[in-house]
């Protein structure tokens, strides 16, 4: 009000917006409306850079974060993934055991699919019906009319009802492993292989220098997911991990006092996990679902 009437007096055309400048910046309205903004501010120079917020906590809660979470395979890694060798182990030859995996995963997104299916080509596959996905596992499917498993070795073992060939263990050799069997018996294991992102040594540097914990979380065997994890200074990893078994893993975490997590995933078998977190990061070429389920 004092400005106001001084002003009226210094020059009446400047008193009134001079008045209403002082009244917004002593009003606590400015401190309300300064976080909106500035949360609306950094969204759109996000959306610029390629990255999409979708829920207005996630920018706010990223600042605060003192955990990170990542899948492995996608997300640390480019998910990319490519054949390197195949055991044979049953009649059929190398050709056929890769037809036949090819075909059982034409009904999954995974990384690992994808790379059963490059490593064909154009080679005609067979026909497969019943085809089934257990989330986090593997696929199923019948082929003339007989039951055929492809996955982890232990779900396939269980399915079909048979003991794990020898070998198993050495034959992963860092590498991911898939199996493929029949009811019949073990038709083959093949060992596949991926890079890690570019990208991922300097950040999570950067989160190990904020003194932020991390952890890596992975379907793949408990030594594939150490390997990467140890190229990056991630000092706790765990493998052989199912949908479940990452949710639960966060609500762990989030029971500890003043625990705030962000998880980065990629696939359907994350959408669990990045519902559980406090913070979801999904990448940008992950599945439609863990996009979906994402902040970011």
């Not at 990542?70 to 055991?87: A, I, N, P, Q």
């Not at 982890?152 to 060939?165: D, F």
């Not at 639960?248 to 559980?276: C, H, K, S, Y």
């Amino acid at each position: 009000t004092v400005t106001g009437v001084a002003w009226s007096i210094i020059d009446s055309e400047r008193a009134l917006w001079i008045f209403v400048s002082v009244l917004v910046v002593a009003c606590p309205c400015a401190l309300s409306l300064a976080t909106p903004t500035a949360i609306t501010v950094a969204t759109d120079t996000l959306a610029r850079m390629g990255v999409l917020v979708t829920r207005g906590h996630a920018i706010e809660s990223l600042a605060r974060t003192n955990h990170v979470v990542f899948d492995k395979t996608g997300t640390l890694t480019y998910g990319r993934m490519r054949l390197e060798e195949v055991r044979v182990l049953g009649a059929a030859d190398e050709a056929t055991v890769k037809a036949l995996a090819a075909a059982i995963e034409q009904g999954s997104e995974h990384p690992v699919a994808a790379a059963l299916r490059d490593a064909v080509g154009d080679q005609a596959l067979p026909q497969v019906d019943q085809m089934r996905a257990h989330t986090g596992q593997g696929m199923e499917g019948r082929v003339a009319g007989e039951a055929m498993w492809i996955g982890k070795p232990h779900y396939v073992a269980e399915r079909a009802g048979l003991a794990l060939p020898d070998g198993v263990d050495a034959f992963a050799a860092g590498g991911t492993m898939v199996a493929l069997a029949s009811a019949a018996g073990w038709l083959a294991l093949f060992r596949l292989g991926d890079r890690i992102r570019a990208e991922a040594p300097g950040f999570t540097a950067r989160r190990a220098a904020e003194g932020v914990r991390m952890s890596v979380l992975s379907g793949d065997a408990p030594a594939v997911a150490e390997v990467v994890a140890a190229e990056l200074g991630i000092a706790d990893a765990h493998g052989a991990m199912t949908p479940q078994g990452k949710k639960d893993f966060i609500a762990r975490l989030q029971r500890e006092p003043q625990a705030l997590v962000t998880m980065i995933g990629d696939g359907v078998n994350d959408a669990p996990v990045l519902a559980q977190a406090q913070v979801s990061v999904a990448m940008g070429g992950g599945t439609d679902l863990a996009r979906n389920e994402a902040d970011i």
